[in-house]
C-alpha cells in the first residue's frame, strides 16, 4: 500500500527540510545542504513510488552529509 503525501512530508521535516514555497499542490522543501526537493499531490492522495524514491534519495543525503 503506498504512503500519502502527508507521511512524505513528516519525513522530510523531520529530516531537517523547511518548506520554502507553495503553488497548488506544488511544495518547495530546502535544505541548507541538500538544496531544493519538489513534491506535488494533496496531503491525502497516495504518494508515487517516484516520489517516495526522490524523498528517501534526498533524507539519504542529509545523513551522509552529517
Not at 7 to 20: H, K
Not at 56 to 64: C, D, F, S, V, Y
Amino acid at each position: 500500500m503506498p504512503r500519502k503525501i502527508r507521511e512524505l512530508i513528516a519525513d522530510l521535516n523531520r529530516a531537517g527540510f523547511t518548506l520554502d514555497r507553495q503553488s497548488g499542490s506544488h511544495r518547495q522543501f530546502v535544505h541548507p545542504r541538500v538544496g531544493t526537493l519538489t513534491l506535488s499531490g494533496n496531503e491525502g492522495h497516495d504518494a508515487k513510488p517516484y516520489q517516495e524514491k526522490q524523498v528517501r534519495q534526498a533524507i539519504g543525503k542529509t545523513l551522509e552529509q552529517g
